[in-house]
């Protein structure tokens, strides 16, 4: 596990740049999905008015 | 073929159908996605050169591809946005600018964290890495523009017309490391008899490709749905649609 996560001591430069790239992909997914719920919250704030 | 393509730039067909395609789209992502990651970290093996950092190459390679092909599709996409007038068209410009953004960045961070263990450094000017910031700034300026114009027909025109001159750095950022001395590795051969990856390495490449591929559609289709709900929030067939929520 050690060794895994050392990686020959390109282990920082490695889990970094997947850290950051899968947590993007994430994100921009999950925002993407509470845009819709915050769209058809207006939308139905407007229809009650 | 035209009947059917005029029905599918209908805002109400295509928030329809493409609904029923996004849980299908996600699953085929997350699978491949799971299946690369554990291909390319743990079962393809070290590189006799670069060692374990060469192992950037499936997430950063895919993401290179990305910010290039999405900008293709946006490009294509405003041609038809100009040409036809199609208000679809002018919503996949506008959401591919935001998916290609991030493409191109994560190709950029992900650049810069494999050039220091292998160049020594995390930025150079060379020809490659320049070409790729001016398509983020490109990506950039398209964003701007749907924030600055306020009418987004307008403002769909406007990114359109950008978005074609724009092309012009595709095939740029393609030859750049051919056209000019670059510190960047050539571009890959991978329709050859004997291609420059080994298949051991490649293989988990082609599957994060592809999942990246997957993942583009799906939030494109998710963004694109969004998009249309939103324009289209005042029509009887949102407001039907939203009933069954």
Partial sequence: MQELLILDGKGFYVWSAYAITMI?????????????????????ESLEQ | MWKYLHRLSSLKYCYEWSGKWVPWLLGVTAVLMLVGLYWGL??????????????????????????MFVYAVMA???????????????IIVSECAVIGAMFTALALITGMLWGKP???????????????????????????????????????????I???????????????????????QPNMQLVSKTPSV???????????????????????FIRMRNEILYRERLTKWVKKALAGH
């Fill in chain 2, 162 to 184: 950008l978005a074609i001159i724009g092309i012009i750095n595709i095939p740029i950022i393609h030859y750049s490391v051919t056209w000019w001395s670059s510190l960047h």
């Fill in chain 2, 76 to 90: 294509g996409a405003g041609f038809v946005a100009l040409v036809w007038k199609t208000k679809l068209s002018e």
């Fill in chain 1, 24 to 44: 993007s992909l994430v994100v921009a997914l999950v925002s993407a999905s509470m845009r819709k719920k915050k769209i058809i919250k207006e939308i139905d």
């Fill in chain 2, 118 to 160: 292998t160049w020594g450094t995390y930025w150079l000017w060379d020809a490659r890495l320049t070409s790729e910031l001016i398509l983020l700034f490109l990506y950039f300026g398209i964003i701007a523009i749907h924030s600055v114009i306020e009418e987004p027909r307008t403002a769909g025109r406007v990114a359109s």
């Fill in chain 2, 198 to 220: 080994h298949p051991s390495m490649l293989y988990p490449l082609l599957v994060m490709a592809v999942a990246f591929q997957m993942y583009f559609v799906s939030l494109l």
């Fill in chain 2, 42 to 67: 743990l079962v393809a093996p070290t590189d006799y050169q670069q060692g374990e950092s060469y192992r950037i190459m499936y997430i950063h390679v895919p993401s290179a591809w990305m910010s």
